[in-house]
């Protein structure tokens, strides 16, 4: 019965067609998609900038151990951190030394400033590309060097828990609340973390921000494809990395002329300020009110998407909406709750039996989490490294990676619809496969162009894959 009602649910999305009804979900999955550019910003926001060390006290002359053994072929900013123990007797010679002649104390420069770090007690940081990030606002360098990861790190591990949070609540409170949750909770985490001058409660507001963006991103996609007709769903879901791939390259536009973290953080809230208002104006999954066993409400949402899209429905799919409302007919609230929960977990259970008992289905629900997985491996792994493959414009290098998704989703969307699916996947897995070996051939010389190429395509050819 559940699987007709579905059926037939479909059966009057293909009538009502796509139009004025669907406008606020196409609206709010545009936006939504674009809230995971947070899963990547680290890129920019934690970049690591060159740095010096110096002693307590020392001239900016000195170099940064105070040996006359350094080369001067060495750059300024060596990124070297100091012996703490080296450093203690020198500041008590400086000490002295300001004592006994307190004229020649020496001055630094305005922009080198003490850390508290036993390896690294004053520094200096090269903001020729940066002028602020994570790295150099908390002194993450030498002793403190071992933070580094969290900043990236506890916003996946949120992306984790919001998996498990934002599906309990898509499926127990609805689509339509479980976006409404997600902006509520991630708008001040992304806002607070603009301001907040300490850097543990940063890694608090970015796992909450990390559970927030899943929430939306999931309940939205799920509101989006149960809203939409059979026949559209094919593109729209591969549509969908477009969203996300503009704003990329709008991020690192925005980058290049905005370095300084905190200030980029506070406009790429903005994708949160614009979907707050948008979920007080979509409607919820009429799919899911029927499994709720809100069928007088899904009907009557139905009815009105055939109003909005001016679409008459054909009389047996107007007699099952009048079907559909008589289901939870003469039920009061309550016990309309908890026939549906009872429903809900009968279903849940039938339908895994059935995907269980078939070596089709066990092969695909296994094989396919993994390929998505190395693809999140393969591709994170570049985006979130472009400080390791170029150190003076990783903006240019981030554009060019989205510019290569752009157009690889646009390739694969007719490509899917002749060749199929399983002919994409196989060709793109080995391309990328021979992309990532060839890497290794590179010669010295050309390293820099052929690294940012072969780095390119394989982003491509993962985001073929995923299409």
């Not at 989205?402 to 690889?408: A, K, L, M, P, T």
Request: with cysteine.
């Amino acid at each position: 019965k559940a699987m007709a009602d579905r059926d037939r649910i479909d059966d009057i999305l293909s009538a009502v067609g796509y139009g004025r009804w669907q406008i606020p979900i196409l609206m709010a999955t545009i936006v939504a998609n674009t809230i995971p550019l947070h899963y990547m910003a680290s890129s920019l926001l934690n970049a690591p900038m060159s740095f010096r060390c110096f002693a307590p006290g020392s001239s900016n002359s000195s170099n940064s151990s105070f040996s006359e053994l350094d080369s001067l072929d060495n750059a300024w900013f060596n990124n070297e951190c100091l012996d703490p123990q080296d450093n203690a007797h020198l500041a008590d010679s400086a000490h002295l030394a300001h004592l006994a002649h307190p004229a020649l104390n020496p001055v630094g420069p305005p922009n080198r400033r003490a850390t508290g770090l036993p390896a690294c007690p004053e520094i200096e940081y090269d903001s020729s590309v940066y002028s602020l990030t994570v790295i150099s606002e908390f002194d993450l360098v030498c002793d403190r060097e071992r933070l580094r990861p969290f900043f990236q790190m506890v916003i996946t591990i949120g992306a984790i828990a919001g998996c498990f949070v934002g599906g309990s609540i898509s499926d127990s409170m609805g689509r339509k609340k479980a976006m409404q949750i997600g902006c509520l909770l991630g708008l001040p985490s992304c806002l607070a973390v603009a301001f907040v001058p300490w850097f543990p409660v940063v890694l608090a507001l970015r796992f909450a921000m990390g559970i927030s963006v899943r929430m939306v991103m999931l309940s939205t996609i799920n509101l989006a494809m149960e809203t939409c007709p059979p026949r559209h769903r094919t593109v729209l879901g591969m549509f969908m990395g477009l969203p996300y791939s503009a704003c990329v390259i709008l991020f690192a536009l925005v980058g290049y002329f905005v370095s300084h973290w905190r200030y980029l953080q506070l406009i790429w809230t903005l994708p949160y300020l614009v979907m707050t208002p948008i979920t007080l104006f979509v409607k919820e999954s009429p799919r899911w009110l029927v499994q709720s066993g809100s069928g007088r409400e899904a009907a009557a949402e139905l009815a009105e998407a055939a109003r909005k899209n001016r679409v008459e429905l054909p009389s047996r799919l107007a007699s099952y909406l009048e079907k559909m409302k008589e289901d939870t007919c003469g039920l009061s609230g309550g016990e309309k709750e908890k026939v549906a929960l009872k429903q809900l977990f009968a279903a849940s259970f039938s339908s895994y039996g059935e995907y269980l008992r078939s070596p089709a289905m066990l092969i695909i629900i296994f094989i396919t989490p993994l390929m998505y997985f190395l693809m999140c491996l393969l591709y994170y792994g570049i985006i979130l490294n472009v400080n390791n493959f170029t150190s003076t414009n990783p903006f240019q290098y981030i554009a060019m990676l989205s510019v290569f998704e752009i157009v690889s989703v646009l390739l694969a969307t007719p490509v899917n619809q002749l060749v199929g699916r399983r002919h994409v996947i196989g060709s793109t897995l080995l391309l990328a496969g021979a992309l990532f070996l060839a890497v290794m051939f590179v010669p010295e010389g050309a390293w820099a162009g052929g690294r940012r190429a072969s780095c390119a395509g394989m982003t491509w050819i993962e985001k073929v894959r995923l299409a």
